[in-house]
Antibody
Framework: QVQLQESGPGLVKPSQTLSLTCTVS??????????WSWIRQHPGKGLEWIGY???????YYNPSLKSRVTISVDTSKNQFSLKLSSVTAADTAVYYC?????????????WGQGTLVTVSS | DIQMTQSPSSLSASVGDRVTITCQAS??????LNWYQQKPGKAPKLLIY???NLETGVPSRFSGSGSGTDFTFTISSLQPEDIATYYC?????????FGPGTKVDIK
């Protein structure tokens, strides 16, 4: 059974960079076939897809965040990571990592439990 | 980007009632639509993929239909454990986008 677990600071100061890591167990990122995504949810709001990375390192980012987002992968640790720069209070959200399944790569069946990141001084 | 809308934003129904949620895309997305259930404090759970296919292990009281721009999600007989927020998600075009959600409560 595939499991994902987010980790990283729960509090980030404005203008700094948010950094999160997703550790995957029960399956190997390097086996290919899946898009590894980050998705966030503002408090009490809907879901926003941030971007994905493939095991090869290819990425696609949501244009709304593209200038501030970097997603990377470390296949040796079976992890992928999110960096979001120049954060503001508007980036306060629960951040989820998820595996994209299905022929499209966007059927999100496996999710982490989510981690709340608060942007505040 | 494709925009998704849902209606209603919330609803209250009795146990055993038939519940229907609609989702509309800003342009034709064929059948590239998923439905998720999210309970408080939990990650979303995929219920329906490709607009009408039931994900493995999901109860048959859940169903989906539609294509193009208009989609429907139905709970045939509402159960207490169905209290949640339901989201549609398109994946025809990048970026994949979610609807704003429909919160379902028990009356």
């Amino acid at each position: 059974q595939v499991q994902l677990q987010e980790s990283g600071p729960g509090l980030v100061k404005p203008s700094q960079t948010l950094s999160l890591t997703c550790t995957v167990s029960g399956g190997s990122i390097s086996s290919g076939g899946y898009y590894w995504s980050w998705i966030r949810q503002h408090p009490g709001k809907g879901l926003e897809w941030i971007g994905y990375i493939y095991y090869s390192g290819s990425t696609y980012y949501n244009p709304s965040l593209k200038s501030r987002v970097t997603i990377s992968v470390d296949t040796s640790k079976n992890q992928f990571s999110l960096k979001l720069s120049s954060v503001t209070a508007a980036d306060t959200a629960v951040y989820y990592c998820a595996r994209g399944d299905g022929y499209s790569g966007y059927d999100f069946i496996y999710w982490g439990q989510g981690t709340l990141v608060t942007v505040s001084s | 980007d494709i925009q998704m809308t849902q209606s209603p934003s919330s609803l209250s129904a009795s146990v055993g009632d038939r519940v229907t949620i609609t989702c509309q895309a800003s342009q034709d997305i064929s059948n590239y639509l998923n439905w998720y259930q999210q309970k408080p404090g939990k990650a979303p759970k995929l219920l329906i993929y490709d607009a009408s296919n039931l994900e493995t292990g999901v109860p048959s009281r859940f169903s989906g239909s539609g294509s193009g721009t208009d989609f429907t999600f139905t709970i045939s007989s509402l159960q207490p454990e169905d209290i949640a927020t339901y989201y549609c998600q398109q994946y025809d075009n990048l970026p994949p986008a979610f609807g704003p959600g429909t919160k379902v409560d028990i009356k």
